[in-house]
């Protein structure tokens, strides 16, 4: 048996898809950027999420350079829980922003917490079914202290008006704890009461039943819950099948609110047409395959639940992310991992990825060993009779 050595592939794979998320932010901002500074300068957006990429790769290199198994010390999980659910109480002392309250922000720096409930939820299932490996159905022990960390990150950022994020959670839930080895009945049950609390938040909501009127029929509502769809639309419809040109896309000149954020997607449509977006789209498909080949091939079941609970958050919400912009599902502000601009998301989801090299360096795989040589048998000439 040997160590496996850094898996450059999917480090390389995250740093193209982080490049090139910085180029598109330069190309979706450059005009608001020079209208926010007066004509100053367009490169305000790209400065920053730029230097956000390059902490971000210092940090999954580093990340990446660690022993995955301090994550596994209790002291180290909960004192991580404590800190991120005290985190996403802080928001709330903060001026909430287009409604929602979901950023620290201290003298011009912003910072949003439940980027840290995506890596400190799979982190604590990870640890916790570990544990309780023997007693994955063991309702006080194990299903309980699970259901209560999803309940306190989930409720939080549920309270934070952030329901994609809190979806991605349940999904990050089922996934790891189906993969630890729970009954189908058990996962079913769970998955059931999530919905009806999903279905609840919606239609006790009016702005969200407003939202699912307009992801029913967009062009109906264009000019108001619908406008950012239906715009997204246009955008990605007129880039065909090789787009406009890098930064010659229209919909973003103030048509498409916020287009280097949670609309990135559709410029990238417009400007690099279908060759542009399916290129994404592999990439995360191949990120997914290297993801879940790290944690499939874990040393050790901390280390297969961790990486699988890691993978499944950034690919469910790349998931998210381009089916909202492509009116798939309804309308929901959540950034695409690595290419939206914001630090937290590109940091916290580079760290994830850092945690996944640690793992697959981890991994132990079999030396190939040339095989033997066949050794000839002499036959027996068969007596004449």
């Given at each position: 048996m040997?160590?496996?050595?850094?898996?450059?592939?999917?480090?390389?794979?995250?740093?193209?898809?982080?490049?090139?998320?910085?180029?598109?932010?330069?190309?979706?901002?450059?005009?608001?950027a020079?209208?926010?500074?007066?004509?100053?300068s367009?490169?305000?957006?790209?400065?920053?999420?730029?230097?956000?990429?390059?902490?971000?790769?210092?940090a999954?290199f580093?990340?990446?350079?660690?022993?995955?198994?301090i994550?596994?010390?209790?002291?180290?999980?909960?004192?991580?829980?404590?800190?991120?659910?005290?985190?996403?109480?802080?928001?709330f002392?903060?001026?909430?922003?287009?409604?929602?309250?979901?950023?620290i922000?201290?003298?011009?720096?912003?910072?949003?917490?439940?980027?840290?409930?995506?890596?400190?939820?799979?982190i604590?299932?990870?640890?916790?079914?570990?544990?309780?490996?023997?007693?994955?159905?063991?309702l006080?022990?194990?299903?309980?202290?699970?259901l209560?960390?999803?309940?306190?990150?989930?409720?939080?950022?549920?309270?934070?008006?952030?329901?994609?994020?809190?979806?991605?959670?349940?999904?990050?839930?089922?996934?790891?704890?189906?993969?630890?080895?729970?009954?189908?009945?058990?996962?079913?049950?769970?998955?059931g009461?999530?919905?009806?609390?999903?279905?609840?938040?919606?239609?006790?909501?009016?702005?969200?039943?407003?939202?699912?009127?307009?992801?029913?029929?967009?062009f109906?509502?264009a000019?108001?819950?619908?406008?950012?769809?239906?715009?997204?639309?246009?955008?990605?419809?007129?880039?065909?099948?090789?787009g406009?040109?890098?930064?010659?896309?229209?919909?973003?000149?103030?048509?498409l609110?916020?287009?280097?954020?949670?609309?990135?997607?559709?410029?990238?449509?417009?400007?690099?047409?279908?060759?542009?977006?399916?290129?994404?789209?592999?990439?995360?498909?191949?990120?997914?395959?290297?993801g879940?080949?790290?944690?499939?091939?874990?040393?050790?079941?901390?280390?297969k639940?961790?990486?699988?609970?890691?993978?499944?958050?950034?690919?469910?919400?790349?998931?998210?992310?381009?089916?909202?912009?492509?009116?798939?599902?309804?309308?929901?502000?959540?950034?695409?991992?690595?290419?939206?601009?914001?630090?937290?998301?590109?940091?916290?989801?580079?760290?994830?990825?850092?945690?996944?090299?640690?793992?697959?360096?981890?991994?132990?795989?079999?030396?190939?060993?040339?095989?033997?040589?066949?050794?000839?048998?002499?036959?027996?000439?068969?007596?004449?009779a």
């Amino acid at each position: 048996m040997k160590e496996n050595r850094t898996d450059w592939f999917m480090f390389g794979l995250t740093a193209m898809l982080a490049l090139f998320g910085a180029m598109m932010v330069y190309s979706a901002s450059a005009m608001f950027a020079l209208k926010e500074t007066e004509s100053t300068s367009q490169f305000t957006y790209f400065y920053k999420q730029i230097g956000f990429t390059a902490g971000g790769l210092a940090a999954m290199f580093l990340v990446s350079r660690f022993d995955y198994h301090i994550l596994q010390n209790r002291w180290v999980v909960y004192s991580l829980c404590f800190v991120t659910a005290a985190l996403l109480l802080a928001v709330f002392f903060f001026p909430a922003i287009n409604g929602a309250q979901r950023w620290i922000r201290i003298s011009g720096f912003s910072f949003q917490p439940s980027e840290i409930a995506k890596l400190t939820l799979p982190i604590f299932l990870a640890f916790k079914l570990t544990e309780k490996e023997d007693d994955i159905g063991d309702l006080k022990g194990t299903v309980l202290p699970c259901l209560i960390a999803l309940g306190v990150l989930g409720g939080l950022v549920f309270l934070e008006k952030d329901l994609g994020t809190t979806i991605v959670l349940c999904a990050v839930f089922s996934v790891v704890y189906f993969s630890a080895g729970a009954r189908i009945l058990h996962i079913a049950s769970v998955a059931g009461v999530l919905v009806l609390i999903g279905a609840a938040a919606i239609f006790f909501a009016p702005w969200r039943v407003a939202r699912m009127m307009a992801f029913l029929d967009p062009f109906q509502y264009a000019d108001d819950e619908g406008y950012q769809v239906v715009q997204s639309l246009y955008a990605i419809g007129s880039g065909g099948i090789f787009g406009e040109g890098f930064a010659q896309g229209h919909q973003k000149l103030f048509y498409l609110p916020y287009p280097y954020s949670d609309f990135i997607f559709s410029v990238v449509g417009e400007e690099l047409g279908l060759v542009g977006t399916l290129a994404v789209v592999v990439a995360f498909g191949l990120l997914l395959w290297r993801g879940s080949r790290a944690a499939l091939m874990a040393p050790d079941r901390f280390g297969k639940l961790l990486g699988i609970g890691i993978i499944t958050g950034i690919i469910v919400q790349a998931l998210f992310n381009i089916s909202v912009v492509t009116s798939i599902l309804p309308a929901k502000g959540i950034p695409l991992p690595f290419i939206s601009y914001g630090g937290s998301s590109v940091v916290v989801s580079m760290i994830g990825v850092g945690i996944l090299l640690s793992i697959s360096r981890s991994a132990q795989v079999p030396e190939y060993r040339e095989p033997s040589p066949r050794r000839r048998v002499p036959r027996r000439r068969e007596r004449m009779a």
